[in-house]
């Protein structure tokens, strides 16, 4: 019997669940269940499990019987504690909700500086550990915060709802602020420095590792060897999948962007922490990540829709006169630049209370201006942070992945402004694909699009021009706090 492999990726905002038959994926998808209140947002994971279910009931039952893996990539950092009857408490902070500034702002610098030394993380109010702190502190309804409790984070938690087990992966780890980096076991005194002592962390396990079978009546959906695993934290996995290399740099987008080398050896130099640079271990456990993440780029375009009430084809067509215009220089007299710090600012200057700001308007400004200029300035943010954390020389080539490979405006804009080769994976899902190998070991064919920095010298003043406004008022707005 041929054997199926189901894949998960829940994504900021939506989850991708994938039933693989012989290599070909069927996919579906849902809204990732949140909730906002004001500033707020957590992760409503019983709804998140009921709609996986619900998902995962929606395939040809046949074909889920032959199942014998199911993969699961995730965000990092969010997840829940579990009280001594391992019940839920408290909420799922979403990863990106900056409550947790309040104690990160109580941290003293040495304490900063020895948890950079022993996790290779910049302590930020994203990462679990700190979320942890918070719903300690300030969560009414933990009312005694003093008790023992368990951290999982969100694939953790699936796995626990699907097999009973308590269990986490390397790269999901890396990202809770309480991961040794040097020993890969549990900090002791990362939690005792942040006043998490209480709490116990899983066992960890390597990605694609068994996590244990589906009890319950939920198993005999699938195949009955059938095992859970981790994939990994969704851009790593995105790594696995496209097969990068030591000398390529993998620029994984979605709701944010990330980007990420695979590496020897941990950075934890005093420079790499003033650059607010993440260390992590990789999914085959051999190597290490360094990675960051740009905390706003597909969701500023997903806010451009909205605001112009444009749907995706129609940002399509507007993209592609926009591309035109750059092609013929007809858009050099724009000089519109969006800094998409939307929802704070990414490294080297990462700053949750930055705010975004749009460039050049005047009364004649198009919406084409408007989206080449959002497409200017995420390539710019993008340009600062990739010459200061990586030392853009080693790496040959960008390998794009996620819903920008379906913005060649954007991709030559990054081939131009970095002067790097960059190629887009035009896959439907990476991260999926990425699970799959994690899962299987069975690589997938990808076709992918080439660019190459331009050589045309009108197109290289006026972004030589741009670059130098972006970072004029990049460098005034971050001087002043702002
Ligand atoms: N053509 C496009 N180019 C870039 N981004 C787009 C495009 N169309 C939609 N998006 C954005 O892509 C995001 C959704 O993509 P995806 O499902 O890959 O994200 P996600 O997996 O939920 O997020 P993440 O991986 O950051 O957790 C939304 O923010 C949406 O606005
Ligand atoms: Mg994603």
């Not at 610098?109 to 700190?130: C, D």
């Not at 198009?366 to 080693?394: D, H, M, P, Q, W």
Request: hydrophobic share 40%; with cysteine.
């Amino acid at each position: 019997m041929t054997s199926n492999c189901l894949t998960i990726d829940v994504g900021t905002t939506n989850t991708k669940i994938t039933l693989w038959c012989n290599g070909i994926p069927e996919i579906k998808q849902f809204v990732t269940p949140k909730k906002t209140v004001a500033t707020q947002t957590n992760f409503e994971l019983s709804y998140l499990w009921d709609e996986v279910i619900r998902t995962i009931s929606s395939f040809d039952p046949i074909s889920l019987k032959k199942v014998t893996r199911i993969a699961i990539a995730s965000f990092g950092e969010s997840g829940i504690l579990l009280n001594e009857k391992n019940n839920p408490v408290g909420q799922c902070i979403s990863w990106f909700d900056d409550r947790a500034q309040i104690i990160v702002d109580q941290i003293t610098e040495e304490k900063k500086s020895r948890i950079y030394q022993l996790t290779g993380l910049p302590v930020n109010a994203h990462y679990s550990a700190l979320k942890i702190a918070w719903l300690l502190k300030y969560d009414k309804t933990i009312t005694m915060p003093l008790a023992k409790y368990k951290w999982l984070c969100v694939p953790d938690y699936l796995v626990y709802r699907f097999t009973g087990n308590l269990a986490t992966e390397y790269t999901i780890a890396s990202r809770t602020l309480c991961l040794d980096i040097k020993t890969g076991k549990w900090s002791k005194e990362v939690q005792q420095l942040l006043g998490i002592s209480n709490i116990s962390f899983p066992e960890i396990y390597s990605a694609g590792c068994n996590l244990g079978h589906i009890q319950g009546k939920l198993g005999k959906l699938f195949a009955q060897e059938c095992q859970v695993i981790i994939a990994g934290h969704d851009h790593m996995c995105g790594a696995a999948g496209v097969g990068l290399d030591e000398t390529e740099l993998l620029d994984s987008t979605g709701t944010t962007e990330a980007m990420m080398t695979i590496v020897e050896h941990f950075d934890i130099s005093s420079e790499a922490q003033k650059n607010a640079l993440a260390n992590g271990i990789y999914v085959d456990d051999q190597h290490y990540t360094r990675f960051t993440a740009m905390p706003a780029a597909g969701s500023t375009i997903a806010w451009l829709m909205n605001l112009c009430r444009i749907n995706e084809n129609k940002l399509i067509e507007l993209m592609n006169e926009a591309q035109k215009g750059y092609d013929d220089h007809s858009l050099f007299n724009s000089r519109v630049l969006v800094m998409p710090h939307f929802n704070g600012s990414g490294a080297p200057n990462k700053m949750s209370s930055s705010k975004g700001i749009i460039y050049g308007l005047t009364s004649q400004t198009t919406v084409v201006e408007l989206i080449f200029g959002l497409f200017l300035g995420l390539t710019c943010e993008f340009k600062i942070a990739y010459t200061t954390l990586f030392n853009s020389e080693r790496y040959h080539l960008i390998k794009v992945i996620g819903p920008a490979a379906k913005d060649p405006l954007w991709l030559e804009l990054k081939a131009d402004i970095l002067q790097a080769n960059v190629i887009s994976i035009d896959t439907e899902q990476a991260v999926s694909e990425g699970a799959y190998t994690i899962a299987t070991g069975r690589h997938l064919k990808k076709k992918v699009r080439k660019y190459v920095p331009t050589v045309d010298v009108h197109k290289k003043r006026y972004l030589k021009q741009m670059l130098e406004t972006y970072k004029v008022i990049y460098q005034n707005k971050i001087s002043k706090n702002l």
